[in-house]
């Protein structure tokens, strides 16, 4: 972490990351080809194969990867401060645009215009998840071992109601024995970060081909990591003693857990979210679930900012304060920082050590089977989404330990199924991109509106 020539001072290197953090819409894949373009083509700090080495070593973290990866990658060129400036300002659009849009969508929610604003997003949300389930599977799904771990990961949520910590428990520990047993199907998994050939050498990069870390900068990452973890569990833990019966405490101790096993990305998480937030808190309906999933498609930043919409309407609801859109402010402030301050800590702490935690084949292998199992959980939310968008009745049909959640076939919503079936044809026939899709379904649900058809 030794300086060299033309390298950027604190200042210059936050103003490329606020850059970064402009553009990072598209999901995880389009902030890292945001970051690659910008850090490797355009500025050089680093090489194609630093850069891959990075992203592999965030996916082995929970946590939104991207974010993780601007956030190590901030350490490397600026040590702690780095870190927190690069990560920070990857968060920060994405928090105040959500912020801004669920005041809006508390105040004026009921208002056509943005009902039918929120209709159109709906079916694009869709067909993007969907195409979630396809890209990860590709990835993922490459021999029948793992397609049988997704197979079961399904049908567990799907039909039994397993909660999605068990299904992740489960996987890995399949991954990790089947590593351990030295079985072919396990052998050699976790590269996860494949972004196409390598074509800048690290050795004409600023961090060249090696960064020697010295004892300093390794100290200062763990004393930064233990502080972390310090300010994101202290005041949980004082919400959890002065104020047990609290939404804010209900809000802090879930999310807390959630950041423990945020692996597979947003839409694996929001499966569980879906399950608990919406059948077990109550805290918002299914369709407003999928609202705010289309808030976090539309601004900056990790999708995982959807939970901060979680938090909001939440407490906003079950608070009790004479200022319900405050409580709702604070509940969704909470929610984002027991999401982000652990992302940090597993970076501080992690960073020092992750060349001995790539080459652990037992732990690569443990996170292959979870990448499995949630392609299986993705499509759990895809086929919720779809039951909550396209039918507007659903039924409980329970029989044994079978629970399962089927639409009312007569309830049919055929203008959101003709909308959707668009968008479905948008995203995988035409190819068309993430944004351009959820611009164009928002102006068909407005459309939609104004000639009285919804």
């Not at 970051?35 to 990075?54: I, N, P, S, T, Y």
């Not at 351990?180 to 600023?206: I, M, Q, S």
Request: aromatic letters at 10%; proline letters at 4%; charged letters at 10%.
């Amino acid at each position: 972490m030794t300086p060299t020539s033309g390298f950027p001072t604190i200042g210059e290197a936050a103003r490329v990351w606020a850059r970064i953090a402009a553009l990072s819409f598209g999901g995880p894949a389009g902030q890292i080809a945001v970051m690659h373009r910008v850090l490797v083509e355009e500025k050089k700090w680093l090489g194609d194969g630093r850069f891959l080495h990075a992203l592999n070593f965030c996916m082995l973290l929970p946590g939104p990867e991207a974010q993780q990866l601007a956030t190590y990658i901030g350490w490397l060129m600026h040590g702690v401060r780095g870190a927190l400036i690069a990560g920070g300002l990857f968060i920060l659009p994405g928090m105040l645009a959500i912020m801004g849009l669920s005041w809006i969508y508390a105040v004026w929610g009921e208002v056509g215009f943005v009902v039918a604003l929120f209709f159109g997003l709906k079916a694009a949300v869709l067909a993007i998840v969907l195409q979630a389930v396809v890209r990860v599977g590709r990835r993922a799904l490459k021999n029948n071992a793992m397609r049988g771990i997704a197979a079961a990961s399904f049908i567990a949520i799907f039909a039994f109601g397993a909660p999605f910590p068990l299904i992740v428990a489960v996987a890995a520990m399949i991954g990790w024995a089947g590593a351990k047993a030295g079985l072919a199907a396990f052998v050699g998994g976790g590269e996860h970060g494949a972004a196409g050939k390598a074509h800048v050498a690290d050795a004409e990069t600023l961090l060249g081909e090696e960064v020697l870390l010295p004892p300093a900068a390794r100290a200062g990452a763990l004393r930064a990591g233990l502080a972390m973890i310090a300010l994101w569990l202290v005041p949980v833990g004082v919400l959890v003693m002065l104020a047990p019966g609290s939404v804010f405490t209900d809000i802090a101790t879930y999310f807390s857990k959630l950041a423990l096993l945020t692996f597979g990305g947003a839409y694996a998480v929001l499966a569980w979210v879906a399950q608990e937030a919406v059948g077990t808190y109550g805290w918002l309906e299914p369709g407003e679930m999928l609202d705010g999933l289309g808030m976090a498609e539309t601004t900056p930043g990790p999708l995982i900012m959807v939970l901060q919409f979680v938090g909001f309407m939440g407490a906003m609801r079950e608070a009790g304060w004479a200022a319900p859109l405050l409580a709702g402010t604070v509940g969704g402030l909470v929610a984002t920082w027991v999401t982000f301050a652990p992302c940090f800590a597993w970076i501080f702490l992690g960073a020092p050590f992750m060349e001995g935690v790539r080459a652990n084949r037992a732990l690569s292998a443990a996170l292959s089977a979870v990448t499995a199992a949630v392609v299986g959980v993705i499509l759990n939310l895809a086929l919720w989404f779809a039951i909550h968008v396209i039918w507007r009745q659903v039924a409980d049909v329970q029989a044994g330990p079978v629970s399962l959640q089927l639409p009312v076939m007569g309830s049919i919503d055929w203008m959101a199924a003709a909308l959707s079936a668009l968008a479905l044809i948008a995203v995988f026939r035409l190819k068309i991109g993430m944004v351009q899709v959820l611009a164009g379904a928002a102006f068909a649900g407005m459309a939609l509106h104004l000639v009285g058809l919804i």
